[in-house]
């Protein structure tokens, strides 16, 4: 495996050469930013796809895309500088640099929610019909999103050597990324040192777009129990795959003053939320079909 930058050693698949951007007129662009926008757009043309085959209006979802997106990314700084506020206070001239990295998903998810709830009520629309196609589309984003991670050599967990184990040199890593115990187990080959760690954003990218073909199939096989079960089932699954891969993590933001991941806490409730919702759901669809009709 001479002088690759990543390399999955039971895969036999390497990359020499990592390259993270590009420089078109001397303006360096990012990957990581490039498929982000990919991401966004590939989910907004499914989401307005769905949102129309039920009745919808496509231009609906791509007027709300057009107000929240940029929402969405000050949400995700805004979340990450929150649970990171012991560096940024001291540092705040960089509080507004996110070409340096520094966006956290669940805070772009969550004011995505908010602004659809907002969205929904200016223009007098049901906002979980509309919550429904979104996440259809906001998960396959979620889905191609992971990967930028992968150019900046992020998100990835502890050591391990399991059959999708990945090795990274060392000197391409955020060094506030290596935990003392994956720097215990590096190796090292020809002069260069590795660590060896799980590929979180693959574990996370894969099960992001399981979900999104469950939703996708579930929302299509007119089997759906109520209206906005897609979007808790989008709240309970994501967040129950996020709790396990979080978990696995050596860069996970903290509640402050504890050692507790804040996605990992955030996670589990919003797959106990989905649960309540469901029972919420049917229990009140239920009463409905059970009442007999009154006499006119």
Known sequence: MNSYDVYFPHLGIGIRHLVNSISPFGFRIAFYGIIIAIGMLIGILVASRDYQNRGGKADDIQDFALYT???????ARAYYVIFEWGYYSKHPAEILMTRH???AIYGGVLTSILCCFLFTRWRKLRFLNMADSGVIGLILGQAIGRWGNFFNAEAFGGY????FAMRLREDIVNQNMLTRSVLDREILVDGVRYIQVHPTFL???AWNFAVFLFLLLWS???KKLFEGQIFFLYLGLYGFGRFFIEGLRTDSL???????AVSQLLSAFLVLLSLAAHILMLRRRKEREGKPEGNS
């Open 254 to 260: 903290l509640l402050w003053g504890t050692k507790l």
């Open 69 to 75: 997106i940029v929402l969405a990314i000050l949400g």
């Open 160 to 163: 391990t050597d399991s059959f």
């Open 203 to 205: 574990y996370e990218s």
């Open 220 to 222: 299509r096989s007119g």
């Open 101 to 103: 990295g520094g966006l």
